[in-house]
Structure formats: C-alpha cells, structure tokens
C-alpha cells in the first residue's frame, strides 16, 4: 500500500537572492584561534567562523522590501519621515500610544530601569536576563526571579515554562510589601529558561495581581512574537487568532514595553520603548537626548527605521514565524536521535544543550557550558554560547559566583540566514564531540570583567 502522504512542510516563506560565502577552517586553525579568544566564542573572528550559532540578535537575512526602505532613509536630524513609519506601525501592532526609539534593547532598558526604580526596591520577572537584570541592579533594584521552578529544570516537558509563579510572586509582595516593588519584569519567550513561553492565561493572572495591588507590570517584548505563536499553537482558544492578534491582546496587559529590534524585527541594529503612560513617556523622551539622541531618532539612522518599520509587517506573517520555530525544531529532532541532552520542550529561537549532562564528569565551577562552547566550535568551527555560570555572573552582595541549576550551551537560529543543510553539520558536528565526550578536561578562568563578564572574560584549558 502507498505510504499517505502528509503535507506539513515548513519550507521557508522566501527565496535566497544575495549570498555571502562563508569558509570551512581545518582543526589546527580554529585550535589556535580558540586559543588567542581566551576560549571565549565571544572573542572568536567572525571569518574564523563556519556557521555562527551564536546569536539571533542583528545577524538576521533582511528581505528586499527592508532593504528597499534602507534607500528611503530621510537623514533629517529632526522628524525624519521613517520615525514617523515606524512609530505607526509599533501603535498599530503593539498597541500603545508613546513611543522612543533607542539605538537597541539595553538603551531601553537603561531609561525604563532609570525611570521606574528607585534605589532599594525590588524587580521581580520571570527568571531573568543578562542585560536587563544588569540595568535594573544598576538602578539600585534587588531582582528576584519569581518565575515556575519548571523552568529551572532542564527536562521537565511543562508547556509554558516562561510562566511566573504567582505563590512565589505574592510571597514577595507579603516580605517587602507591594510599593518597595518598582515593577513586574515579564519577558517571553524567557531566553535563560530555553526560549521558553508563557501562557495568555498566566499573563491575565499576573495582570489581576498587580491590579488589585497596584504594581506596574512591564513587558520585555524582545522576542513577543515568539510567544505568540506558542500561544497559538498550545493553549486553548488560540488557534484560529492571527500572530498580531494574540500579540496585540499580550500587549494590551501591560503598562508599556521595550524591545531589542535586532531579534523579532529582522534588523541589524534597533530598539525601542512604548508605553500607555505619558509620565513615564515624558521621562524616557527627555533622558533619550542625553545617551542616544534626539527623541525622533535614538541614536539610529532614519534608514535603520525604515527597515525596522517594515520589519514589524514582516514578523507577524504567520510562514514566517512557524518557519523559524520549526527550523529549531528540526535540529532539536535531529540531535535527540544521537541521545543528545538539551532543554525540553524545545524552545522558539533556540537549542540549548545540557551541559551539565553532556558533561558530567566536569564540576560546574570549571565551566562545562563555556567548555562545551569551545570543543563544538574546534570540531567544526559552529560558534554557540555559554549560557551557565559564567553568564549569570557574580551575586552583588556576596561576591561569589551565582550558580544557576541550568548550565547551558546555546546554538541560536539567525532569522532566514541558515538552511537545513547548516543544521546538519551542527548536528554530526555535536554528536561526534558526544561521542569523544569523556576526553574533554575543564577550563580556568584567568580574566574576568567586572560587567557582564562572559562577553569579555578570558579562559585556558585544565
Ligand atoms: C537581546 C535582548 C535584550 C537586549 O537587547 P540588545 O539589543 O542586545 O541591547 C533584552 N532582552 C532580551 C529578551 C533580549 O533577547
């Protein structure tokens, strides 16, 4: 009997029309090159790349309709045409009245950390992440992460890990009382937990408990679209709502929202605040002039708005964003057939390999995830990146390392840039580092930042 068939192809929305070659190194090169980088893939040459796993953020394929706004750039200092572009589409699609854009997403959170906490009070999210808990620990916040403590745990299979725990949450508020708490802190999908959503009805929850005790609730919309295709996807009522519609109904919870352009939008550089609050709009529109720039530009270029307008049409398509999620979907597939450890469920822009079951015999203070890091990018020259105990840095009060349950080894998806191709030589590559796994020793760190340390920090081999 014939096979039946099923049409479920996920094949991308697009085809390619520019190329940029990239080339494969031998062993003996990418050794001395991840050697000279400290053994840090942060500090790694580009060139000395093959495919670059390491982030999402600006290393997106931009379409010929954003390229073609990049020609409309109005490089007037005041009022360009394209600030005016892409405000209207962030109130058309994210709902909210005020807006300021910023040159990316940690300009936003400097300005909203600035604005709405005052030293000694708390900032409680849903888990947390790098440079936005660095911004609000700035800004003289205590951060606690109230979020489910499935998501801590690399293979617990929950649907909505990015969830907050409001038990966890409500317990706060009774220790230090609801007004020392600055603001709810909700990001999703939560990039520390595995790219990891949370739910519609997690996030009415919340809503309800700030209403009634009047806390403001601030959303890091960085990867929203992401969240709202695991909505549409997994939780009842969702299905037959369009991805702009669930992320404007996300959207409608909070009292205003910042976002890394360099993820969801397609861009390579851009960020932005918008808000329902005019106080607080008024605020961020006058620190604006101070660290980025004049208020209808924020430190971008009018082109660099334009492609950013047209990004936000771009990320709602429905192809788009299922393309995208099912690309990381299939590299997760394909290592699972190897027996390899990752996050799970898999994650919207991520996968994020368990180093500390790839790795077992390597305690955590010698840095499996940064080893691990390392020994994929010598084997093929595919850059990932640490995400473990070097990432979450040292407890400001105590000075000791933070070690976080989940230490991990993020291979992150470039929006439209890789094929599948790509991914199956991520995936032979890690499965034959897998395969020679009991041989790899642990690192020492030899140089370490003061901020964000695993950006710059400097390692040798055991
Ligand atoms: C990337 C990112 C940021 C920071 O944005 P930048 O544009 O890199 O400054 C903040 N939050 C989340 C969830 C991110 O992914």
Same mark, same amino acid.
């Given at each position: 009997?014939?096979?039946?068939?099923?049409?479920?192809? /996920?094949?991308?929305?697009?085809?390619?029309?520019?190329?940029?070659?990239?080339k494969?190194?031998?062993?003996?090169?990418?050794?001395?090159?991840?050697?000279?980088?400290?053994y840090?893939t942060?500090?790694?040459?580009s060139?000395d790349?093959?495919?670059?796993?390491?982030?999402?953020?600006?290393?997106?394929?931009?379409s010929?309709?954003? /390229?073609?706004?990049? %020609?409309?750039?109005?490089?007037?200092?005041?009022?360009?045409k394209?600030?005016?572009?892409?405000?209207?589409?962030v109130?058309?699609?994210y709902?909210?009245?005020?807006?300021?854009?910023?040159?990316?997403?940690?300009?936003?959170e400097?300005?909203?950390?600035?604005?709405?906490?005052?030293p000694?009070?708390?900032?409680?999210?849903? %888990?947390y992440f790098?440079?936005?808990?660095?911004?609000?620990?700035?800004a003289?916040a205590? *951060?606690?992460?109230v979020?489910?403590?499935?998501?801590?745990?690399?293979? +617990?299979?929950h649907?909505?890990?990015? +969830?907050?725990d409001l038990?966890?949450?409500?317990?706060?508020?009774?220790?230090?009382?609801?007004?020392?708490?600055?603001?709810?802190?909700?990001?999703?999908?939560?990039n520390?937990?595995?790219?990891?959503?949370?739910? %519609?009805?997690?996030?009415?929850?919340?809503?309800?408990?700030?209403?009634?005790?009047?806390?403001?609730? /601030?959303?890091d919309?960085t990867?929203?679209?992401?969240?709202?295709y *695991?909505?549409k996807?997994k939780?009842?009522?969702?299905?037959?709502?369009?991805?702009?519609?669930?992320?404007?109904?996300?959207?409608?919870?909070f009292?205003?929202? /910042?976002?890394?352009?360099?993820k969801?939008?397609?861009?390579n550089?851009?960020?932005?605040?918008?808000?329902?609050?005019k106080?607080?709009?008024?605020?961020?529109?006058?620190?604006?002039v101070?660290y980025?720039?004049?208020?209808?530009?924020?430190?971008?270029?009018g082109?660099?708005?334009?492609?950013?307008?047209?990004?936000?049409?771009?990320?709602?398509?429905?192809?788009n964003?299922?393309m995208r999620?099912?690309?990381?979907e299939?590299?997760?597939n394909?290592?699972?057939?190897?027996g390899?450890p990752?996050?799970?469920p898999?994650?919207?822009?991520?996968?994020?390999?368990?180093?500390?079951?790839?790795?077992?015999?390597?305690?955590?203070n010698?840095?499996?995830?940064?080893?691990?890091?390392t020994?994929?990018y010598v084997?093929?020259?595919?850059?990932g %990146?640490?995400?473990?105990?070097?990432?979450?840095?040292?407890?400001?009060?105590?000075?000791?390392?933070r070690?976080?349950?989940?230490?991990?080894?993020?291979?992150?998806f470039?929006?439209?840039?890789y094929?599948?191709?790509?991914?199956?030589?991520?995936?032979?590559s890690?499965?034959?580092?897998?395969?020679?796994?009991?041989?790899?020793?642990?690192?020492?760190m030899?140089?370490?930042?003061?901020?964000?340390r695993?950006?710059?920090?400097?390692?040798e081999?055991?």
């Amino acid at each position: 009997m014939a096979k039946k068939i099923i049409k479920k192809s /996920w094949a991308e929305p697009f085809k390619i029309k520019v190329v940029e070659p990239i080339k494969l190194t031998t062993r003996e090169h990418r050794e001395k090159a991840a050697k000279e980088a400290g053994y840090n893939t942060f500090l790694l040459k580009s060139e000395d790349v093959y495919i670059d796993l390491l982030t999402d953020s600006g290393t997106n394929a931009m379409s010929d309709y954003q /390229w073609a706004g990049m %020609m409309l750039g109005d490089e007037a200092y005041a009022g360009s045409k394209n600030f005016y572009s892409l405000w209207n589409n962030v109130k058309k699609y994210y709902g909210m009245p005020y807006f300021v854009p910023t040159h990316q997403g940690r300009a936003a959170e400097h300005m909203i950390s600035k604005i709405l906490i005052k030293p000694g009070q708390y900032v409680a999210g849903n %888990m947390y992440f790098t440079t936005t808990r660095l911004h609000q620990e700035l800004a003289g916040a205590t *951060f606690v992460d109230v979020i489910i403590d499935e998501a801590h745990e690399a293979t +617990n299979e929950h649907p909505f890990k990015g +969830n907050i725990d409001l038990k966890k949450l409500d317990k706060l508020v009774q220790e230090v009382g609801a007004k020392k708490i600055a603001y709810i802190s909700m990001a999703g999908p939560v990039n520390m937990a595995g790219g990891q959503p949370f739910s %519609m009805k997690n996030l009415q929850e919340v809503y309800d408990y700030c209403k009634t005790h009047k806390i403001k609730l /601030w959303f890091d919309a960085t990867r929203a679209t992401e969240n709202a295709y *695991f909505i549409k996807e997994k939780e009842k009522g969702y299905k037959d709502k369009t991805i702009a519609e669930i992320l404007k109904e996300m959207c409608s919870y909070f009292e205003g929202l /910042w976002v890394s352009a360099k993820k969801d939008l397609m861009v390579n550089i851009g960020g932005f605040l918008t808000t329902r609050n005019k106080k607080v709009f008024e605020e961020a529109r006058n620190m604006v002039v101070v660290y980025e720039g004049l208020h209808t530009y924020g430190g971008l270029a009018g082109r660099d708005m334009e492609a950013m307008a047209r990004g936000i049409e771009e990320m709602v398509e429905y192809d788009n964003v299922r393309m995208r999620i099912k690309q990381v979907e299939y590299c997760g597939n394909e290592l699972a057939k190897f027996g390899i450890p990752f996050v799970k469920p898999i994650g919207g822009h991520a996968i994020f390999l368990d180093a500390k079951r790839f790795l077992n015999h390597i305690p955590q203070n010698q840095f499996p995830a940064q080893t691990l890091a390392t020994e994929i990018y010598v084997d093929s020259g595919v850059r990932g %990146m640490e995400r473990g105990v070097v990432s979450a840095g040292r407890d400001p009060k105590t000075g000791d390392h933070r070690y976080p349950k989940l230490e991990l080894v993020r291979l992150t998806f470039p929006r439209r840039v890789y094929t599948q191709a790509h991914i199956d030589v991520a995936v032979e590559s890690i499965a034959s580092v897998y395969d020679e796994r009991k041989k790899i020793k642990g690192l020492n760190m030899i140089y370490e930042p003061k901020y964000l340390r695993f950006f710059q920090g400097r390692f040798e081999k055991k």
